[in-house]
């Protein structure tokens, strides 16, 4: 891959995304701000476009990782081999997953800005230009998986497919990497088992929820930390409550009208308190 080609589309990516920082401030006057729902949209839009931002910076550190790791292969022993073919997959892997996340989240951008009643025009024309980038970055990406393709044959060997970890790796990853997710109403929650009835002494102290000692956990949605980025909630950013404990700033809670996402900045983080996610939505 042209190094100097890569420098300038991470420029690019860059200033888009910095331009698009500069626009929707600008679009907030003194005036504006006293509008609380044009300032939750504009809020919420920035920080889709800082997840965006962030996950392009990823994508670039692990193309570092990957030109790195697949640079002087030849004449290295075949336990050393192994391993960087084990850390490449990964980290093709992560870029392939970030990519779809990133994707998504413009895709989100652009409908949640042409259905908000606060619309900024002039991020219709920066959507186009991200989406640009990311098919940009997209095609780097496949250029990297071709070069890693024609590496020393243990290597090629090793990965059946640079898209996916071959299937011994995935089973002994996979325990490592899930976690569960479910959401809905408290009366929903209770029914299921996830959340339990409080007595009136505990609504004296403040408590809203409380999680069950023990529940099923085949009623969660199953998903990889290293995949997920975003979850999508078809309910506004008010109707949303985070009952199981995740470590502040390691995400977000943003949301327009009809709609709100949980953008997760620093996976390992969040998950770290708990492999379990239970938000109620009322």
């Known amino acids: 891959m042209d190094s100097m080609a890569l420098r300038d589309s991470r420029s690019r990516v860059a200033g888009v995304v910095f331009l698009a920082f500069l626009l929707l401030l600008s679009s907030c006057t003194p005036e504006k701000q006293k509008l609380d729902p044009q300032q939750q949209h504009i809020e919420s839009m920035m920080a889709i476009l800082a997840q965006v931002q962030k996950n392009l910076g990823r994508i670039q550190q692990k193309e570092s990782v990957v030109e790195r790791l697949s640079s002087g292969i030849e004449g290295r022993d075949s336990q050393n081999v192994e391993q960087i073919g084990k850390d490449i997959a990964a980290s093709i892997r992560f870029i392939d997953s970030t990519l779809v996340a990133s994707k998504n989240l413009v895709k989100k951008l652009e409908?949640?800005?042409?259905?908000?009643?606060?619309?900024?025009?002039?991020?219709?024309?920066?959507?186009?230009?991200?989406?640009?980038?990311?098919?940009?970055?997209?095609?780097?990406?496949n250029t990297l998986k071709g070069n890693v393709q024609k590496l020393n044959k243990q290597v090629s060997s090793l990965l059946a497919t640079v898209d996916v970890l071959d299937e011994y790796i995935?089973?002994?990853?996979?325990?490592?990497?899930?976690?569960?997710?479910?959401?809905?109403?408290?009366?929903?929650?209770?029914?299921?088992?996830?959340?339990?009835?409080?007595?009136?002494?505990?609504?004296?102290?403040?408590?809203?929820?409380?999680?069950?000692?023990?529940?099923?956990?085949?009623?969660?949605?199953?998903?990889?930390?290293?995949?997920t980025r975003d979850l999508f909630f078809d309910k506004p950013l008010k109707n949303l409550k985070i009952i199981t404990p995740h470590t502040t700033g390691s995400y977000e809670l943003v949301g327009g009208k009809t709609s709100s996402l949980l953008l997760?900045?620093?996976?390992?983080?969040?998950?770290?308190?708990?492999r379990c996610l239970v938000i109620v939505t009322e």
């Open 111 to 141: 409908e949640e800005n042409k259905a908000s009643s606060y619309r900024v025009e002039s991020l219709d024309r920066l959507v186009s230009e991200l989406q640009i980038a990311i098919n940009t970055k997209d095609g780097e990406v």
């Open 264 to 274: 997760i900045s620093d996976e390992n983080a969040f998950w770290q308190k708990s």
């Open 170 to 227: 995935q089973d002994k990853e996979a325990p490592l990497y899930t976690a569960y997710y479910i959401s809905g109403t408290f009366n929903e929650l209770v029914s299921k088992g996830i959340l339990v009835p409080i007595n009136p002494l505990e609504k004296f102290f403040g408590a809203e929820y409380r999680l069950a000692s023990d529940f099923n956990v085949k009623l969660f949605k199953k998903v990889d930390i290293m995949e």
